[in-house]
Each structure stands twice: as structure tokens, then as C-alpha cells.
T-cell receptor
Framework: DGGITQSPKYLFRKEGQNVTLSCEQN?????MYWYRQDPGQGLRLIYYSQIVNDFQKGDIAEGYSVSREKKESFPLTVTSAQKNPTAFYLC??????????????FGQGTRLTVV | GEDVEQSLFLSVREGDSSVINCTYTDSSSTYLYWYKQEPGAGLQLLTYIFSNMDMKQDQRLTVLLNKKDKHLSLRIADTQTGDSAIYFC??????????FGQGTTLQVKP
């Protein structure tokens, strides 16, 4: 079955540690996205990638890093520089057609808690 | 830059119609979307409308688009308790990104 998979579902991090959230898709989509969701604030874009080996900062990229070495994979690292990392993180992918239908498919999310 | 605004909360009684509203600033969007998010889960696409349409109906869902006023709405007929969720409107920007509103929490009372 085609889809987008995030892991782990729950993640606990000690202050000062880096953690990496996994996102894999088998939909053959070119574009992938990372969003952060906080209560009452909707989805805020962290990073996005429209092609392998290329990615752009979103609205809240500080304290995060990504890589796009393979079309299927877009891992997100939450670094110790991110001051308030506790949140729900959502990964998405789309066919990335500018001016076309960019319907996005979402993973089930990773809830990150700093302890 | 692009901005998408939604009211944060809507409460209705089971069997009533729900209307969730969205306003936006970027008039160049070609597709506009409605997503549904259930607790602790990702977002699922409910429906979308192409910008040259005024209305789209899909079973209990009706999407209305007023391009002049930059206003998008989602009407859910005969709202059920299973419709309780957060609803997001989203627009495709001219860079290919999706821009989301803050989400409207729909509470359906029995």
C-alpha cells in the first residue's frame, strides 16, 4: 500500500540532545514537507524539499535541520538549539506541481516531548 | 506574504449543518483544500476546489468559494458526532507550497 510513514510515534528527549524524526514515503512524490503543530496555532512549515539533494527553509527553520539524500526519505533533526521543541511534528508529501494540484498526504505524526 | 485565517472553534448539535469559514490573502492560489484532523493523527484530505469554480458538492460536504472576497467555506450537512475534529483550510501558493490556516475545532453535541 502506498503511503507516508513517520516514526517513532512518541519520542522523549533530554534537554541538550539532538533527535532525528524519520519520514518515509513510497508514493513517488517529489516534494516533502515538515510541519510543526502547537495547540491553537495550526501548522507551521519548518522545511520543505521539492527535489532530491535540495531543500528550503520554511517559516520556523531555526533549531532544525533536514537532509534529502533519497526521494523516499526526508528526516528531520531537532537540535539542541531549538528552544521549545515539545510539539507534534507532521511530515507530508505531494506531487509538487506549481500551479497544479499540490494535494498533500500526511503521516500520522510524531509527538516529541522534552524531559 | 500569504495568510490564511480561520475561526478557532465551532459547536453544533448533532443533525444540524456546520459551516466552517476561511479567509485568505493570496489571490493567485489555483487549488484550495479542506483537511480533517482527528485527535493524535495526521491530516486527511476531505475535498478541494479549483479556483475557477464557485461551488463543489461531495455527499454531505459543500465547498463555496468567493474569489472576490477571498472567502472559502465548508458546509457539513447533517453533522454527526464522528465529524468532531479539527478542520484546516489550505491554499497552494505560487511556489508550490501549501499554506494552512490555524484550524477550526468542530465540536458536535449529541
Amino acid at each position: 500500500d502506498g503511503g507516508i510513514t513517520q516514526s517513532p510515534k512518541y519520542l522523549f528527549r533530554k534537554e541538550g540532545q539532538n533527535v532525528t524524526l524519520s519520514c518515509e514515503q513510497n508514493l513517488n512524490h517529489d516534494a516533502m514537507y515538515w510541519y510543526r503543530q502547537d495547540p491553537g496555532q495550526g501548522l507551521r512549515l519548518i522545511y520543505y524539499s521539492q527535489i532530491v539533494n535540495d531543500f528550503q527553509k520554511g517559516d520556523i527553520a531555526e533549531g532544525y535541520s533536514v537532509s534529502r539524500e533519497k526521494k523516499e526519505s526526508f528526516p528531520l533533526t531537532v537540535t539542541s538549539a531549538q528552544k521549545n521543541p515539545t510539539a507534534f511534528y507532521l511530515c507530508a508529501s505531494s506531487k509538487d506541481r506549481v500551479w497544479g494540484n499540490t494535494e498533500a498526504f500526511f503521516g500520522q505524526g510524531t509527538r516529541l516531548t522534552v524531559v | 506574504g500569504e495568510d490564511v485565517e480561520q475561526s478557532l472553534f465551532l459547536s453544533v448539535r448533532e443533525g444540524d449543518s456546520s459551516v466552517i469559514n476561511c479567509t485568505y490573502t493570496d489571490s493567485s492560489s489555483t487549488y484550495l483544500y479542506w483537511y480533517k484532523q482527528e485527535p493524535g493523527a495526521g491530516l486527511q484530505l476531505l475535498t478541494y476546489i479549483f479556483s475557477n469554480m464557485d461551488m463543489k458538492q461531495d455527499q454531505r460536504l459543500t465547498v463555496l468559494l468567493n474569489k472576490k472576497d477571498k472567502h472559502l467555506s465548508l458546509r457539513i450537512a447533517d453533522t454527526q458526532t464522528g465529524d468532531s475534529a479539527i478542520y484546516f483550510c489550505a491554499l497552494s501558493s505560487n511556489t508550490g507550497k501549501l499554506i494552512f490556516g490555524q484550524g477550526t475545532t468542530l465540536q458536535v453535541k449529541p
